[in-house]
Nanobody
Framework: QVQLVESGGGLVQAGGSLRLSCAASGRTFSNYPMGWFRQAPGKERVFVATITGSGANILYADSVKGRFTISRDNAKNTVYLQMNSLKPEDTAVYYC???????????????WGQGTQVTVSS
């Protein structure tokens, strides 16, 4: 089992920044690709970014490319999502998820956090 806890969400004005964190406990963190997904009200959960266990490979959704940065610190069992130049359309609940596959498909992830709300005002 892997337990995931997100933090760092909040209310920010358009153009601002936030950094989300996802702390993991349980099985060996570095073995798992980690992903970030988001879900806006009334919409399905969609891919944001993912990173391999070593951090060597990263994939971003086109909608966040150039604005968001995913990273991980395996010594701290934590994955981060730095979000810059935020837009109102980034408003959503953000979830982190753990492996076992490096993919944009949410169904491929076995473990999920409870989510953290990000609200971007115009």
């Amino acid at each position: 089992q892997v337990q995931l806890v997100e933090s760092g969400g909040g209310l920010v004005q358009a153009g601002g920044s936030l950094r989300l964190s996802c702390a993991a406990s349980g099985r060996t963190f570095s073995n798992y690709p980690m992903g970030w997904f988001r879900q806006a009200p009334g919409k399905e959960r969609v891919f944001v970014a993912t990173i391999t266990g070593s951090g060597a490979n990263i994939l971003y959704a086109d909608s966040v490319k150039g604005r968001f940065t995913i990273s991980r610190d395996n010594a701290k069992n934590t994955v981060y999502l730095q979000m810059n130049s935020l837009k109102p359309e980034d408003t959503a609940v953000y979830y982190c998820a753990a492996g076992p596959r490096f993919t944009a498909q949410p169904m491929a992830y076995d473990y999920w956090g409870q989510g953290t709300q990000v609200t971007v005002s115009s």
